[in-house]
């Protein structure tokens, strides 16, 4: 999608999403307190650095020996429905506005995640990181690794208008169905993976 198509969709979606995210916010402090966001630093276009922030949704409560608690265990029942539903991901919106990020496209990684993916992190990362992407719409926390990089690295390669609109649209499904993961696209982008880029893809991940 090029930016003069996703800019005024993107500002569509922010006018459209500010009631839910007030909402959201007024529900994340009555749950947690402040801070409301949690912000953390990923590989942005060309592995740049990027900060970006979503509505926090666990608390910092930790065991007698001072490590966080698990992440499950650090939730509440709304901040759970808040993740599930993927409300806690609108503040993005904006970056995508400034084109730090853009609608579609590889999830932003921590800089140090992509580096250890050498010359494919590079690759992947040619491109601006989406709010959402084809991995996600496909599995996402379902797929391993591998299956994460060779579907992203797929879509970098293939990506289109029609493509970045199947994304969106499904997207909006996810929060409803469940992560499905979808074996066919996933073997079509394995297999591409393997042919292009061998046993790296395997390492790589």
């Given at each position: 999608m090029?930016r003069?198509?996703?800019?005024?969709?993107?500002?569509?979606?922010?006018?459209?999403?500010?009631?839910?995210?007030l909402?959201?916010?007024?529900?994340?402090?009555?749950?947690?307190?402040?801070?409301?966001?949690?912000?953390q630093?990923?590989?942005g276009l060309n592995?740049?650095?990027?900060?970006?922030?979503?509505?926090?949704?666990?608390?910092?409560?930790?065991d007698?020996?001072?490590?966080?608690?698990?992440?499950?265990?650090?939730?509440t029942?709304?901040t759970?429905?808040?993740?599930?539903?993927?409300?806690?991901?609108?503040?993005?919106?904006?970056?995508?506005?400034t084109?730090q990020?853009?609608?579609?496209?590889?999830r932003?990684l921590l800089?140090?995640?992509?580096?250890?993916?050498g010359?494919?992190?590079?690759?992947?990362?040619?491109?601006?990181?989406?709010?959402?992407?084809?991995?996600q719409?496909?599995?996402?926390?379902r797929?391993?690794?591998?299956?994460?990089?060779?579907?992203?690295?797929?879509?970098?390669?293939?990506?289109?208008?029609?493509?970045?609109?199947?994304?969106?649209?499904?997207?909006?499904?996810?929060?409803?169905?469940?992560?499905?993961r979808d074996?066919g696209?996933?073997?079509?982008?394995?297999?591409?993976?393997?042919a292009?880029?061998?046993?790296?893809?395997?390492?790589?991940?």
């Amino acid at each position: 999608m090029l930016r003069y198509q996703e800019v005024p969709l993107a500002a569509l979606l922010i006018s459209a999403s500010l009631p839910i995210q007030l909402l959201v916010a007024i529900l994340v402090f009555l749950q947690l307190r402040s801070p409301l966001m949690f912000r953390q630093r990923r590989a942005g276009l060309n592995g740049r650095e990027i900060v970006i922030g979503k509505f926090r949704t666990m608390n910092d409560l930790r065991d007698s020996h001072g490590e966080l608690l698990p992440d499950d265990q650090r939730q509440t029942k709304m901040t759970r429905l808040i993740r599930r539903l993927r409300l806690d991901e609108l503040p993005q919106l904006w970056p995508v506005l400034t084109g730090q990020m853009a609608l579609v496209g590889p999830r932003p990684l921590l800089p140090q995640t992509l580096a250890d993916f050498g010359e494919l992190g590079v690759l992947r990362n040619s491109i601006r990181p989406g709010l959402t992407g084809w991995a996600q719409v496909n599995g996402n926390t379902r797929l391993s690794n591998s299956e994460k990089l060779a579907m992203d690295l797929w879509y970098v390669t293939h990506r289109s208008f029609w493509l970045d609109m199947r994304v969106l649209a499904e997207t909006f499904l996810v929060p409803l169905r469940g992560e499905i993961r979808d074996d066919g696209r996933l073997r079509l982008a394995t297999d591409w993976a393997r042919a292009e880029f061998g046993s790296a893809i395997e390492v790589a991940a």
